[in-house]
């Protein structure tokens, strides 16, 4: 059986194995900061799989998908603030029942388009439903126009910076520079105790299983060829009848889409949103941990998200000044030696030897086992 | 009913006409004021010195390159205005120069993803590998010489076969009009039979539009032959009568 469901065997495993990794061990070996940091990282990881995605197989590279992260985050931060800001929780402000930054700000009313994040189900659907539409205002205006590669990128980068740009200005609106604080409750649940910190992390590891499973899902049906045929002859797919704008629009939206997600878990876990998590070094710093786990790879971008990241951690604990270089070396690194990232190193040095292995148990196929060498009679 | 009738018979059903189509590149007028008429099941073939324009009419029949005057009409529908895929959706077929194929996927991918099926984002999305999708891939296979390589990926395919891969590509797609530019191009002698051969097979009820400097190979498949130098055609007709006009002989056949 080569197959399981639509998973090639090999992937089925490795699947497999990282949900053991992601459910059991982590969980049992770590404390729950240490589980908590996992899970910070986890949400990125939502973003490299849409890379990989868009990027790796697409060919679209985005530099820009610290936009959707942040809009998919600051939406769940703007329910979570809402309810935070209660009118007995707020009593002390010369307007109850705003945030507190709207206070500060002299905001004496709710602006209109914070109003509908009172309510959750509204929330979760603009989680999806923003970035996908900004994307596919973006991709449209650009696809049609045959923008693509480096023009793209540096579009996107920009869009970036001037999302930034407004948050960080508007500060009334939006929190400013230190975004939205002080978030306590979810529907009345408290999300900063360690018991909550656990649900969390397994409701974000199921939606990242669940976001894989899409994935693969993309990639083993037509759309995921076709794909492919896009990054290399755009032209023939274009004569095979197919529009390429608009396949270009639907995966760059389905990336920001597990963005975006990525960014809520983000919210939920972490407790805050802010700007740096928006702009153009959050952005690239989220293609590096995609070509560092390999662009190729679903499994791979979720591996490289959380080794980067404990890297980061690690070192910018002890070397503070040094990592942002130890990053940039690692980023040229696996470029100039390892373009397939980390899953392009198990498929030709590790994979082989695992085969080798299962082979060896196996009884020999008949006909199979015949030596070239063997001369004819 | 009667003056119906008679516009009936003024404006004979070809399948593509091409009128007075321009094309201008910064004043330079690669293609000036042409005019060309396909019949239905008809070959006709382009010849031309280097540079008389003949790939661009291609390009612009598919909708690569835009006109800047002219109309050209399939069965009636207007293509200047359409988008490439709106073209080939219309039923034209166009195969490249150098061979285009997907290089990262296998042969079997290759002629997947040209079956006119599953062409919107949700119908790819949920397109299914059937019974009717893999017989028809086999059929085409066996066709271009390709049946024992399905599994193969594309680069590493030779010349010849690359371009057969690209021909069975159009094929599965099932045109009405089938454009090709100079099929047998940078073919080894044997490759170049076996194309012939392929080419007798494939344009049986189709209409073929081939662009070709092999004259053995064109005279071979030819039912009318048009003759373009700098952008404007010099000779129309029958391949006889080509060769026999002595302005095609100056230009071009001279040499």
């Known amino acids: 059986m ?22 059991v061990v982590l969980p049992l070996s770590l404390d729950i900061f240490r589980l908590n940091l996992v899970g910070k990282y986890l949400t990125y990881s939502f973003v490299a799989i849409g890379l990989v995605l868009c990027w790796g197989f697409g060919g679209i590279l985005s530099l820009g998908q610290g936009i959707f992260f942040g809009l998919g985050g600051y939406c769940m931060a703007m329910f979570l603030k809402l309810e935070a800001s209660s009118v007995e929780n707020t009593k002390i402000q010369s307007t109850p ?3 507190d930054f709207m206070d500060w700000n002299q905001i004496t ?32 205006a650009m696809f049609r126009r045959r923008v693509g590669g ?4 540096i579009i996107t980068q920009t869009v970036a910076a001037i ?11 939006t929190g400013g520079i230190n975004g939205i604080t002080d978030l306590r409750t979810l529907h009345g649940w ?30 083993h049906s037509k759309l995921g060829r076709i794909l492919v045929a896009m990054r290399d002859k755009e032209d023939r797919v274009r004569f095979s009848g197919y529009s390429v704008a608009g396949f270009k629009t639907f995966i760059f939206c389905l990336a920001a889409v597990l963005a ?25 710093e989220m293609v590096i941990y995609t070509a560092v786990g390999g662009r190729l790879s679903l499994l791979g971008a979720v591996y490289g998200t959380l080794l980067v990241n404990a890297a980061k951690t690690a070192f910018s604990e002890s070397f503070p000044q040094l990592w942002l ?22 498929d030709s040095y590790v994979a082989p030897h695992i085969a080798g292995l299962f082979k060896r148990g196996r009884a020999p196929k008949p006909g199979s086992g015949v030596p070239q060498s063997t001369p004819a009679e | 009913m009667n003056a119906q009738h008679i516009i009936g018979q003024m404006a004979p059903d070809f399948l593509l006409s091409v009128e007075a189509l321009t094309v201008s590149f910064d004043g330079f007028k690669a293609v000036d004021d042409l005019s060309l008429y396909v019949d239905k099941n008809e070959i006709r073939v382009i010849i031309g010195p280097n540079g008389a324009g003949k790939t661009t009419v291609l390009d612009l029949i598919c909708g690569r390159t835009k006109a800047t005057e002219g109309s050209i009409k399939f069965k009636g529908t207007e293509l200047t205005r359409l988008s490439e895929n709106q073209i080939v959706l219309a039923g034209i077929g166009r195969k490249f120069q150098t061979p285009s194929i997907y290089e990262d996927l296998t042969v079997f991918e290759n002629l997947e993803i040209s079956f006119p099926r599953g062409r919107s984002v949700f119908g790819a999305l949920t397109f299914r590998r059937d019974r009717e999708v893999i017989d028809r891939i086999e059929e085409i296979a066996e066709m271009i010489f390709l049946k024992d390589d399905l599994e193969k990926r594309g680069e590493y395919l030779s010349h010849g076969q690359k371009q057969w891969l690209e021909i069975g590509m159009l094929l599965i797609q099932d045109p009405e009009l089938l454009m090709l530019d100079e099929p047998v191009a940078g073919m080894s002698v044997s490759e170049r039979k076996r194309t012939a051969e392929l080419l007798h097979k494939i344009i049986k009820g189709r209409s073929v539009l081939v662009i070709e400097h092999d004259m053995k190979f064109v005279e071979d498949i030819a039912h009318r032959v048009t003759v373009l130098h700098q952008g404007k055609v010099l000779s129309e007709g029958s391949m006889e009568r080509v060769k026999n006009d002595p302005k095609v002989v100056e230009v071009y056949l001279g040499h």
Not at chain 1, 9 to 19: H, K
Not at chain 1, 128 to 134: Q, Y
Not at chain 1, 206 to 214: D, M, P, R, V
Not at chain 1, 325 to 346: E, H, K, R, S, T
């Open chain 1, 2 to 23: 080569d197959r399981l469901l639509f998973l090639k065997r090999s992937e089925a495993v490795g699947l497999l194995v990282l949900i053991t990794l992601l459910v």
């Open chain 1, 97 to 99: 029942g705003i945030p």
């Open chain 1, 109 to 140: 009313s709710l602006p209109w388009f914070w109003v509908p994040f009172k309510s959750f189900p509204f929330t979760l659907a603009a989680i999806v439903i923003v970035p996908a539409v900004l994307c596919f205002i973006l991709g449209t």
């Open chain 1, 150 to 153: 480096v023009y793209f990128a």
């Open chain 1, 163 to 173: 999302l930034t740009i407004l948050i960080v200005g508007q500060q009334g609106f």
């Open chain 1, 190 to 219: 408290d999300i900063r105790t360690d018991h909550a910190k656990y649900i969390l992390y397994f409701v974000n590891v199921a939606a990242l299983i669940a976001c894989l499973l899409f994935g693969y899902t993309v990639r």
């Open chain 1, 260 to 284: 975006a997600i990525g960014g809520a878990m983000f919210t939920l876990q972490v407790g805050f949103m802010s700007p740096s998590f928006v702009g153009i070094v959050p952005s690239i």
């Open chain 1, 325 to 346: 270089f130890g990053l940039g070396g690692l980023f040229i690194a696996v470029v100039l030696a390892f373009p397939n990232g980390l899953a392009g190193i198990y």
